[in-house]
């Protein structure tokens, strides 16, 4: 059994494309060339040239000695918060822009939640000198106003998506509305291992290179390529496709996501997709969304904007019905203070997401000669409000 | 025989009209249908609201979020919709997203359509591929026709496939847009019109997306059977309530 996404983008019973009419020739070009594309010899040296010499890649692989004597097992850090704009987003955007480049697009349309994803398809639309639209809620806009002046400054206009709920599902829909609108020269970056085919293998595809880096900087440190466990936070699922990606079908590797919990799985007020979510279609995608028994679909709560999607990426939702994957939730208490954690222990300041990940050492016991490997997806600078807010600093 | 392929035979313009079921207010679709029989339309699309429905502009938007908002469900519509027959026999279409379909369940959802006496659904995001899968044998069994979407960007051997696994009509959207998004027509809808109209397809189109008066729906169904309104309508029932449904469907033609 694979684990990764069939020719129709299917994981399992997961994934497909459940996209209108309207949208058929723009994913369907994409589809058909984005294998292709990816595999041409230019292609992948611009890409990795890019990711080394702009992003700043590889990202270290980093043994957290403290933390690790604190649970008593060993614990390394994939240290994806040393991107440039400061998280593994940029991954996939650097990916994606040169993708719609070869395409012939002039144009690029995004959607963003807290900014991170909108920032980072920003930065690489000014590195190309391409048009970038990037549609974020009304809501969002309002409560995360450093990342909508950072894609101004990048030259982005940023579009308020004021229909809905006014956050990232609806900055979705706007997005997509846009690319029905626009099917000819504009090209749709998204986020995460979200969307229709063949978005959540494509996005799985760029972020790969964390896992593929963790292969051959563990050989160096441990002088084996498999840890015996990859943990990683799970909103729509991009940083964890990556972490997971060369690991998937190695099942002596336990995959771990950590999904946000909120202020409790039953209290009306989380975001936790896999323990609440039910199958339905979002965003084009065949998954498991949180929605009402009617079928509308509902908005999630954390305390992290990067992981209240009311989505899961298919693979993800593949790997929690297969049982490949193991699904832990942590509330917003558990992620802080996980976050505060790694300051004192490690001085790193980690994204609240990443916090989610972090957390997992007080919920779960692993063996003292355990490697686990944990992605750190972001750093904490644009949640700095956020903690200051929590611990009254 | 189908209502809508009886409809279909008829040697005269089909004007389709689309409402979102629970708007203006909850409990309007009954009367809406009535009035829209009453004054001559041909074939009525009821749609059933969703919370994301992407391949809608901001009029359709509003109304489904306003329907829900009322309280509307797919439970509440079929209750609302379960004496219909005995008012009138338009055909009737439900439209929707697929998910709300998914959650009651696809085979309920067909049986209930039966029983009511919807004749055909229209489900932008069941793609041609998964619906004759996995779905095709049940709408069938059921009575209900499956329209299908093409757009001016749809291949010619794409339109051939969709008009193979068609039995009814083909919707044929306008232009590259999000309904409501553009008023009229340009060359671009006559180029199109043209080859799909040479293309002698099986089955009859239908146009939707840009319509809106009675200009509009000469010039969409120079070349095809008919013409669908939605976001026009919708904008008379924000306006207007249900009052005036005749002054409306009188103006098109």
């Known amino acids: 059994m694979s684990y990764h996404a069939d020719e129709r983008g299917y994981y399992g019973e997961f994934g497909g494309a459940f996209i209108p009419e309207m949208l058929y020739p723009n994913c369907e070009e994409l589809r058909q060339n984005y294998l292709r594309i990816m595999a041409e010899p230019s292609f992948q040296e611009e890409f990795h040239q890019l990711l080394k010499d702009y992003v700043g890649r590889p990202t270290p692989l980093y043994f957290a000695e403290r933390l690790s004597k604190k649970y008593n097992t060993k614990i390394y850090l994939k240290r994806e918060d040393l991107c440039h704009t400061g998280a593994h987003k940029v991954n996939n955007t650097i990916g994606q822009i040169l993708m719609a480049k070869r395409l012939g697009k002039h144009r690029i349309i995004a959607e963003t939640g807290a900014g991170q994803h909108g920032v980072a398809t920003a930065t690489v639309c000014a590195l190309m000198g391409i048009e970038c639209v990037v549609y974020m809620g009304e809501i969002d806009i309002a409560r995360q106003a450093p990342n909508v002046a950072r894609m101004k400054m990048l030259g982005a206009e940023v579009r308020p998506a004021t229909s809905g709920s006014k956050t990232l599902k609806d900055a979705t829909n706007e997005a997509i509305r846009d690319w029905i609108n626009n099917p000819v020269d504009t090209h749709y970056i998204i986020g995460s291992v979200v969307g229709p085919h063949p978005y959540p293998d494509m996005v799985a595809r760029f972020q790969s290179v964390i896992s593929e880096e963790i292969k051959s900087q563990l050989l160096e440190k441990e002088g084996r390529e498999n840890p015996d466990f990859v943990v990683a936070c799970v909103g729509g699922g991009s940083n964890a496709a990556g972490a997971f990606y060369h690991f998937l079908d190695t099942p002596e590797v336990g995959i771990i996501a950590v999904e946000a919990a909120g202020k409790g799985i039953h209290s009306g007020e989380s975001a936790a997709t896999s323990a609440l979510g039910k199958v339905g279609i979002i965003h084009g995608s065949k998954t498991l969304l949180m929605q009402t028994s009617d079928g509308q679909i509902t908005e999630p709560y954390s305390i992290s904007a ?88 | 025989m189908n209502r809508i392929k009886q409809k279909l035979q008829e040697d005269k313009k089909i004007l389709s009209i689309y409402f979102t079921a629970g708007y203006p207010t909850l409990n309007d679709t009954v009367k809406i249908i009535q009035d829209l029989e009453q004054n001559g339309v041909d074939l009525i699309e009821i749609g059933l609201p969703f919370s994301d429905p992407l391949a809608d502009g901001p009029t359709i938007q509003a109304s489904s979020t306003a329907a829900l908002k009322n309280g509307m469900t797919t439970t509440l519509l079929f209750e609302q919709l379960k004496d219909i027959r005995k008012t009138v026999s338009i055909p009737l279409i439900l439209m929707g997203y697929f998910n709300p379909v998914l959650q009651y369940g696809v085979e309920a959802f067909c049986q209930k359509c039966e029983e009511i006496g919807i004749d055909g659904l229209i489900l932008p995001d069941l793609p041609l591929d998964v619906y004759q899968k996995e779905y095709e044998t049940l709408f069938k069994k059921h009575g209900l026709i499956n329209v299908f979407l093409i757009t001016p960007q749809t291949s010619d051997t794409r339109v051939r ?80 309530g249900v009052d005036g449904i005749g002054g409306f469907v009188g103006q098109i033609r």
């Open chain 2, 161 to 240: 496939a969709i008009d193979d696994a068609s039995e009814g009509f083909i919707y044929m959207v306008s232009s590259a847009s999000t309904t409501g998004a553009k008023e009229g027509f340009g060359p671009e809808q006559s180029t199109y019109f043209e080859r799909i109209a040479a293309m002698n397809l099986k089955n009859p189109q239908i146009v939707g997306f840009g319509i809106s008066n009675a200009q509009t729906f000469q010039q969409a169904t120079s070349h095809t059977k008919g013409a669908i309104i939605g976001s026009a309508f919708i904008k008379h029932l924000t306006q207007n």
């Open chain 1, 306 to 393: 990067g992981l209240d999607y009311p989505g899961v990426g298919p693979l993800h939702a593949h790997l929690y019905t297969s049982g490949r994957g193991e699904f832990i939730s942590i509330t917003d208490d558990e992620a802080m203070k996980a976050g505060l954690d790694l300051c004192k222990l490690e001085g790193i300041i980690p994204a609240i997401e990443s916090s989610h990940a972090l957390a997992i050492f007080k919920e779960r016991k692993f063996a003292e000669d355990d490697v686990v490997v944990v992605n750190l997806s972001g750093r904490g600078d644009k949640d700095l409000q956020n903690y200051i807010d929590y611990f009254k600093l």
